[in-house]
């Protein structure tokens, strides 16, 4: 038999092919990989010592990082005066709704916005507010999202 010389050809093409590939899938991995970092902070969140109606902005402030709520009696946007009813089931989480006022209905008397620890950090807050019978708290993975609101049944 003859001896039949190949060529480098096959060998480089395979190589080439190799290439192409490693090199788009690290391409995809380093795209992937940067669409999980956070939005950049404006600063680090640090909870104030009690917001007032007098310590909110005049400008516009940014658009929040979270889902749009899925309707206009979400907790996150209740402010003082305002009532809120639980929806939740009784003696499990409640589930409150921004609602009119009225019997069974609670009042927010205080909303403390920043980071929260739990339940034993908005027991703390609450006990400083005079007429108080029950508290919530929101705490999210992002703590400037958190919350802690005072409320009176009425």
Same mark, same amino acid.
């Given at each position: 038999m003859p *001896?039949?010389?190949r060529g480098r050809a096959p060998l480089i093409t395979v190589l080439a092919t190799l290439l192409v590939f490693v090199l788009a899938g690290g391409a995809a991995v380093w795209y992937l990989l940067r669409q999980d *970092? %956070? %939005?950049? !902070? !404006?600063g680090p969140a640090v909870p104030s =010592?009690?917001?007032t109606a007098e310590d909110t %902005? =005049? !400008?516009p402030t940014p658009a929040p990082t979270a889902p749009a709520p899925e309707s206009s009696a979400d907790p996150r946007f209740v402010k003082v005066g $305002? #009532? +809120?009813?639980n929806e939740g089931p009784a003696g499990g989480k409640p589930k409150l709704l921004i609602s009119p006022c009225g019997p069974k209905t609670y009042e927010v008397l205080r909303r403390? *916005? &920043? $980071?929260?620890?739990?339940? /034993?950090?908005a027991e =703390? /807050? #609450? =006990? /400083? +507010?005079? &007429?108080?019978?029950?508290w919530y708290f929101f705490d999210s993975q992002l703590d400037t999202l958190d919350f802690v609101l005072c409320l009176k049944l009425r």
């Amino acid at each position: 038999m003859p *001896d039949r010389r190949r060529g480098r050809a096959p060998l480089i093409t395979v190589l080439a092919t190799l290439l192409v590939f490693v090199l788009a899938g690290g391409a995809a991995v380093w795209y992937l990989l940067r669409q999980d *970092d %956070p %939005p950049p !902070a !404006a600063g680090p969140a640090v909870p104030s =010592a009690a917001p007032t109606a007098e310590d909110t %902005p =005049a !400008a516009p402030t940014p658009a929040p990082t979270a889902p749009a709520p899925e309707s206009s009696a979400d907790p996150r946007f209740v402010k003082v005066g $305002q #009532c +809120v009813r639980n929806e939740g089931p009784a003696g499990g989480k409640p589930k409150l709704l921004i609602s009119p006022c009225g019997p069974k209905t609670y009042e927010v008397l205080r909303r403390f *916005d &920043g $980071q929260t620890s739990g339940e /034993k950090d908005a027991e =703390a /807050k #609450c =006990a /400083k +507010v005079t &007429g108080y019978t029950n508290w919530y708290f929101f705490d999210s993975q992002l703590d400037t999202l958190d919350f802690v609101l005072c409320l009176k049944l009425r």
